[in-house]
């Protein structure tokens, strides 16, 4: 296949869509407490003010689009108009984009450069995107900044390099100590109408390697996890028909559905979110989530310990005062 000499990376982010920004901004705080890689971006090409956060090893990037009509009828004002407060899709790094390019094509996938518009030929600078319909949601690559170098196109006042996983200066172990005991990012969860069609996307896409045979997940779903780029587990997950999962796939097509962080301790976890009033609520013997309404249409879950087959190696705690 063309484009076999693609690399993807760590995750760069997942993208969470809200109506207003200091109000979000401030829920993240009091509940998951993130380091912020920048604290406001505003951009003109999406129109939207952002801010980048790491919760342990996830990357989170929170977007509101810019008021008026404006930001309104933007990339991110559309999509929020359309499907509400909620996660928007994936990002990952890469240092192959040129490569990257020529595996979407070969694999029949339309590609995008920054701010949606369809290209014929890789950005010199920047990142690409997929049709949210071919690869059930939204997912873009992106070049790591580092030294002024790769990321975003120059002047968009985000400096030389903005991300302390890429400069070494990143301790995700650091909330071991956190209220939620968070161990590290668990999976991500993506909505499917086929596991096994995409799962080829996945593989044809972005070289993803499977994990698991299709077994029962969690909720009301049947799921196939997936691995892509150095540290990322996704589940790809088909509804069961008359599930809340299945109304919002038939509604919304293919979807980041939920992240999922590993946690020491379910009940010390349990605490926390109902201590910050996120209400939270059993899904199985091993995971509880925060319903979405409580989340600003998020869905974040919490499961004691990895999934099965996880391919990483147990983070070492020796280091902290929680090991």
């Known amino acids: 296949m063309a484009g076999d000499d693609m690399r993807i990376d760590d995750l760069f982010h997942v993208n969470h869509v809200i109506e207003h920004f200091e109000p979000a901004i401030e829920w993240y705080d009091r509940v998951l407490t993130p380091v912020y890689m920048y ?7 999406d129109h939207r003010t952002a801010a980048m956060t790491l919760v342990a090893d996830v990357p989170i990037e929170v977007m509101a689009p810019h008021p008026g009509p ?29 490569e ?11 590609v995008a450069g920054d701010g949606g518009g369809a290209i014929d030929a890789p950005p010199a600078r920047g990142s690409i ?3 949210p319909r071919q690869t059930y949601g939204l ?24 991300d302390p996983r890429l400069l070494g ?31 080829q996307v996945y593989v044809d896409a972005f070289a ?11 909720g009301a779903v049947d799921s196939l996890l997936t691995y892509v780029g150095n540290n990322t587990i996704i589940e790809l997950a088909r509804p069961h028909p008359g599930s809340e999962e299945q109304d919002s796939l038939e509604r919304d097509g293919g979807k980041v559905w939920a ?23 059993q899904l199985d013997e091993v995971t509880i989530a925060i319903p979405a309404e409580r989340a600003l249409g998020a869905r974040y879950r919490f499961r004691e310990g990895a999934v099965p087959g996880d391919p990483r190696p147990a983070p070492d705690r020796s280091t902290t005062s929680a090991g």
């Open 139 to 162: 997912v873009q690559l992106m070049t790591p900044r580092v030294g002024g170098k790769g990321g975003t196109g120059v002047g968009d006042g985000l400096g030389d390099g903005y």
């Open 208 to 218: 993803a390697t499977r994990l698991t045979e299709a077994a029962s997940g969690v």
């Open 129 to 131: 995107l997929t049709h």
């Open 70 to 98: 404006v930001g309104r009828d933007g990339n991110i004002g559309t999509f929020l108009h359309r499907f509400g407060q909620g996660f928007h899709g994936l990002a990952f790094y890469s240092d192959t984009i040129p």
């Open 169 to 199: 200066a990143h301790d995700p172990l650091a909330w071991l100590d956190h209220p939620l005991g968070i161990v590290r990012g668990s999976h991500i969860t993506v909505l499917v109408d086929d596991i096994d069609r995409a799962s």
């Open 100 to 110: 990257a390019f020529e595996r979407w094509r070969s694999a029949g996938i339309k």
């Open 259 to 281: 992240v999922t962080f590993e946690v020491l301790d379910l009940e010390r976890a349990r605490e926390h979110l109902t201590a910050v009033d996120c209400a939270p609520v």
């Open 39 to 45: 604290e406001r971006h505003e951009s003109d090409v």
